[in-house]
Nanobody, 123 residues
């Protein structure tokens, strides 16, 4: 069982930066999980943003955010981050932190989810 709590969302202007955090806890070792950020905009399907291995540090990004977003983790704090630069109005969505037992871009393969945090980018 894994518990995930996101924070850091808000309202920003296009071109601004924002950092999301995800605090993780659980009875099982977190090192077995791949951690990801996914998002869902109104009226759209949930989509993959980025993922990272909890112990190894390998990362993968969606093409739409590559070069603008950076996923990272602090194992000592059991916390994952999503640093977002050059935000665009199309980045507006609820951002979710999630955990999976595989490194995957398929949102339905994530087993544990946080409650989500709203990011709104105005033009």
């Amino acid at each position: 069982q894994v518990q995930l709590v996101e924070s850091g969302g808000g309202l920003v202007q296009a071109g601004d930066s924002l950092r999301l955090s995800c605090a993780a806890s659980g009875r099982t070792s977190l090192s077995r999980y791949y951690m990801g950020w996914l998002r869902q905009a109104p009226g759209k399907e949930r989509e993959f943003v980025a993922a990272i291995t909890w112990s190894g540090g390998s990362t993968v990004y969606a093409d739409s955010v590559k070069g603008r977003f950076t996923i990272s983790k602090d194992n000592a704090k059991n916390t994952m981050y999503l640093q977002m630069y050059s935000l665009k109005p199309e980045d507006t969505a609820v951002y979710y932190c999630a955990a999976s037992e595989r490194l995957t871009a398929a949102w339905y393969e994530y087993d544990y989810w946080g409650q989500g945090t709203q990011v709104t980018v105005s033009s």
